[in-house]
């Protein structure tokens, strides 16, 4: 059975962090893209950061760049997403998702990524 998941969400005071886990089973992540968004209440879905397939940049939406970083360990199968310096904006329940392909230059869209998992809440609030 093909399935991402995510875990890791949670609730964590202003300035906290946590670190988000996009783990794959059933299929190989080492070939595709990964991209992390987020739905905040009553917004639209958006791309939040990116990581190729192989070597190349990476990218992040300017309201989450120099807080949250991005990374893979192909051997767990599993991608992270460290988010440090969190704000009560970044309140969102935020999804995995495989695509082909990431450009630094530009947020991931949604019709470029296929498979979802059913995403993980992350409250930020004193």
């Known amino acids: 059975q093909v399935q991402l998941v995510e875990s890791g969400g949670g609730l964590v005071q202003p300035g906290g962090s946590l670190r988000l886990s996009c783990a794959a089973s059933?299929?190989?992540?080492?070939?595709?893209?990964i991209g992390w968004f987020r739905q905040a209440p009553g917004k639209e879905r958006e791309g939040v950061s990116c990581?190729?397939?192989?070597?190349?940049?990476?990218y992040y939406a300017d309201s989450v760049r120099g807080r949250f970083t991005i990374s893979r360990d192909n051997p767990k199968n599993t991608v992270y997403l460290q988010m440090n310096s969190l704000k009560p904006e970044d309140t969102a329940v935020y999804y995995c998702?495989?695509?082909?392909?990431?450009?630094?230059?530009?947020?991931?869209?949604?019709?470029?990524?296929?498979?979802w998992g059913q995403g993980t809440q992350v409250t930020v609030s004193s």
């Open positions: 998702a495989t695509g082909a392909i990431c450009f630094d230059w530009s947020p991931p869209r949604e019709p470029d990524f296929g498979s």
């Open positions: 990581i190729p397939s192989s070597d190349g940049s990476t």
């Open positions: 059933g299929f190989t992540l080492d070939y595709y893209a």
